[in-house]
């Protein structure tokens, strides 16, 4: 294997660049354990007050995540953030006004490996979410578990994250002025595991907890696609039947989080790493699909406006494939 390695004169900011998506990579993949070995490090260690005071906390707060979290505008406006989003770039594509008075539901499609595009656009200040939907505050739902691990859930709360359990969403969809935009990756981890470049599948027909949620709660309805979100790893090849595939998929089904193998580039060398491919993100926020609240859906009511959804995802996709570089003869799979 011949390894290709970055050149030595690379401009300063693009430096920084790979350096703030490097720190990202290794918060998503690496932080939560080091967070928990410096917890198990403080109760072994005997910093008996310093463990009992965190537990406490831990106690008193375990809610948050669920109840609307604990952003921190100056974390989500950290420098570190805007390049960051210039690394791919990430950039964010408004079709229609939101208006503040309702709450929304954004589905974002695809997972992709890591979600860097819902990152970049909803927890940080970098690619005018405000400004394109004034009056409106983005909150991203992850799994809960995140939430469980000591000290990593105060960092991820601070940029904005919450809980995706159905408490969570149904409470930040609950704002009596409206002004709230959930916004939940509907494909989940099993999606990433066919985030493969070129990749058009996206895991919803049986995915309808969404949809009566937002029926109970009158929040009306946005697709959101994401082009590039698939193209910015290489995967080890997984298809459905294989043996990776199915060990993949016992160890979600314990687990609750996929372990797709990724690689793309390094941060010295292009030819292997966990670095992703310098690949833009455009996220095209679409039309709203107007929701009238009813208490107790029927699941007729459900099926149809799920149905109405995919229609509005797939038009959206159509509309916009062109501009994003997706050949003309290529549409969404819906499995
Ligand atoms: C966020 O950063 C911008 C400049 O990067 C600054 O003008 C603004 O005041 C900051 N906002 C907060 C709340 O820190
Ligand atoms: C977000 O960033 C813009 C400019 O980059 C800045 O003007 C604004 O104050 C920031 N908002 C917050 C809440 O930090
Ligand atoms: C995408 O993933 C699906 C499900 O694993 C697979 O059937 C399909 O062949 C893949 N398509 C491409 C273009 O990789
Ligand atoms: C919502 O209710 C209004 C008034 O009752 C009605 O005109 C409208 O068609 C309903 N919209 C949907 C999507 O059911």
Redesign the pocket.
């Known amino acids: 294997m011949k390894v290709e390695f970055a050149p030595l004169n690379i401009p300063l900011v693009r430096r920084l660049q790979t350096a703030a998506v490097g720190q990202w990579v290794f918060s998503f993949l690496l932080l939560a354990q080091c967070c928990v070995g410096i917890f198990l490090m403080l109760v072994l260690g005997r910093f008996w007050l310093i463990t009992a005071l965190y537990v406490l906390w831990l106690y008193l707060d375990w809610e948050t995540p669920q109840t609307g979290g604990r952003r921190w ?2 974390v989500r ?1 950290w ?1 570190v953030w805007r390049y960051f989003k210039d690394y791919f770039p990430i950039k964010l594509i408004k079709t229609a006004d939101l208006e503040p008075q309702y709450n929304y539901l954004f589905g974002f499609h695809p997972h992709g490996v890591l979600v860097a595009g819902a990152f970049g656009n909803f927890c940080t ?1 970098y690619t005018g979410f405000k400004e394109l939907f004034p009056g409106l505050t983005p909150y991203l739902h992850i799994l809960p578990f995140w939430f469980r691990c000591p000290f990593f859930r105060e960092y991820i709360m601070c940029v904005g994250l919450v809980s995706a359990s159905k408490k969570s969403v149904t409470h930040v969809l609950s704002r009596q002025k409206g002004g709230n935009a959930a916004v939940l990756v509907i494909g989940g981890a099993e999606e990433s595991l066919d985030a493969h470049p070129g990749n058009l599948t996206l895991h919803i027909l049986k995915r309808k907890g969404f949809i009566k949620v937002a029926l109970k709660r009158g929040a009306h309805l946005v697709p959101v696609f994401s082009f590039g979100e698939n193209e910015l790893f290489l995967q080890v090849s997984n298809p459905k039947g294989s043996v990776l595939r199915n060990v993949q998929e016992k160890l979600q089904k314990i687990m609750g989080f996929a372990l797709p193998l990724f690689h793309a580039r390094g941060i010295f060398q292009y030819s292997f790493g966990l670095m992703p491919y310098r690949m833009p993100i455009h996220t095209v926020v679409g039309k709203p699909i107007p929701v009238n609240q009813t208490s107790n859906p029927t699941q007729e009511e459900i099926d149809k406006l799920h149905q109405l959804y995919l229609k509005a995802l797939q038009e959206l996709f159509e509309e916009n494939k062109g501009k994003y570089g997706i050949p003309e003869h290529k549409s969404l799979i819906f499995t």
């Open positions: 505008q100056w406006n420098t200040n």
